[in-house]
Structures are given as structure tokens and as C-alpha cells.
């Protein structure tokens, strides 16, 4: 079945280190590929997505690399702020456009040290 | 702004007790979902509808129940909680079509049955 394997945490960092998050998937077809985050306190948002091989996703300093040949999705960011601690999930949505859930990984929570 | 509500935000309840979780959206979105969160477990799949006559159990359904009253309305139950059932629980929407089938997060219920 569809799975998807995320490194697990906690992670934590001082600020401006260099950040990465990896995540692999298993998956029949070609699936979309997310990382959603979720600040204290608040549910998941979307943070980045890809949807085919060799895209790269990209949003808020944040970007991750749909590899189809290593089946990774990791998620970097250069340098890394206090307000980026939060928990990470992977996701893949395995049949886009047709009636299909989306699968999250277990999560990584970030701590950034100031 | 368009959101996704949930209500209450937090709940304490003693084992055998009914209770309802709610969700409301103004999003205009046909598919909602109900997730539950565990330390550890990532996401699991309650219960999703995409739409009011269209309700399907997840990944792990036994001993929940809901009911779409309205495209905008999706309520979760607990016919009789157990100490297993504390978690933090959100409500999710997303759009029919949607090529990318992004989920759209409610800031999520923590449950707490003793």
C-alpha cells in the first residue's frame, strides 16, 4: 500500500543553521508529493507541493524536490528562524484528481534555539 | 476570511459519556474530513464525506460516528468515550476536482476522556 516514512524528531537547531527533513514514499502511480506544517496551538497548512518528478516545491525559504528515482520528498531551508519551530508532516496523494485520501507521515517537530 | 471552524476548542469528559465535536466551514468546500492526532502516529483518518449524502469511514472509525447536516456542517461523535479516545481531533475540507487535493485545517479539538 501507500505509505509514507519521515524522519522522526525532535529536531533542533540554532537559528540560520541549514535544516533538512527527509521523507520518503511508497506509492503505485505517480502520486502528488506535500509537506504541510502545524504551528502551536493551530491545525496543519499547506506548505509546499510538487506534482511531478523533478518539481520542486517552494514557499517561505522552505523547498523540497520530487526525486521519482529515490522516491524522497526531503524538505531544506538555508538558514532557519525561531518562528519556524513547529511540526512537519509529510503527505502524498496517490490518485490526484480521482476520489483519493490524502496519506500524512508521522510527523518531525523543529525546535529552533535563538 | 474564509475558515474552518471547530467547536469546542478543548473538552474534558468522563468514560461513557456522549459527546459531539463540530465542525463548520465557510469555504464552500463539498469534502470534509475528520482526523484524529496521537504523540508519535502522525494523522489517522476518521471519517471523510465528500459530500452531504456521501460518507465514508477511514482508517479508523470504530466507536465514532458523524453526520453531515449541511455542506458547511460535520459533526463527530462519540457514542460512549474511553480513556483511548483522548487525542487532539481535527475537522479538514477540500475541494471536489482539486488536481492537488489540498486540505484546508480547522485548529483542531484536544479531547480529553478520563
Known amino acids: 500500500g501507500n505509505s509514507v516514512t519521515q524522519m522522526e524528531g525532535p529536531v533542533t537547531l540554532s537559528e540560520e543553521a541549514f535544516l533538512t527533513i527527509n521523507c520518503t514514499y511508497t506509492?503505485?502511480?505517480?502520486?502528488?508529493l506535500f509537506w504541510y506544517v502545524q504551528y502551536p496551538g493551530e491545525g496543519l497548512q499547506l506548505l509546499l507541493k510538487a506534482t511531478k518528478a523533478d518539481d520542486k516545491g517552494s514557499n517561505k525559504g522552505f523547498e523540497a524536490t520530487y526525486r521519482k528515482e529515490t522516491t524522497s520528498f526531503h524538505l531544506e531551508k538555508g538558514s532557519v528562524q525561531v518562528s519556524d519551530s513547529a511540526v512537519y508532516f509529510c503527505a502524498l496523494s496517490a490518485a490526484p484528481n480521482r476520489d483519493d485520501k490524502i496519506i500524512f507521515g508521522k510527523g518531525t517537530r523543529l525546535h529552533i534555539l535563538p | 476570511d474564509a475558515d474552518v471552524t471547530q467547536t469546542p476548542r478543548n473538552r474534558i469528559t468522563k468514560t461513557g459519556k456522549r459527546i459531539m465535536l463540530e465542525c463548520s466551514q465557510t469555504k464552500g468546500h463539498d469534502r470534509m474530513y475528520w482526523y484524529r492526532q496521537d504523540p508519535g502516529l502522525g494523522l489517522q483518518l476518521i471519517y471523510y464525506s465528500f459530500d452531504v449524502k456521501d460518507i465514508n469511514k477511514g482508517e479508523i472509525s470504530d466507536g465514532y460516528s458523524v453526520s453531515r447536516q449541511a455542506q458547511a456542517k460535520f459533526s463527530l461523535s462519540l457514542e460512549s468515550a474511553i480513556p483511548n479516545q483522548t487525542a487532539l481531533y481535527f475537522c479538514?475540507?477540500?475541494?471536489?476536482?482539486?488536481?492537488?487535493?489540498?486540505?484546508?485545517f480547522g485548529p483542531g479539538t484536544r479531547l480529553t476522556v478520563l
Open positions: 479538514a475540507t477540500s475541494v471536489a476536482g482539486d488536481y492537488y487535493n489540498e486540505q484546508f
Open positions: 506509492a503505485t502511480g505517480y502520486p502528488s
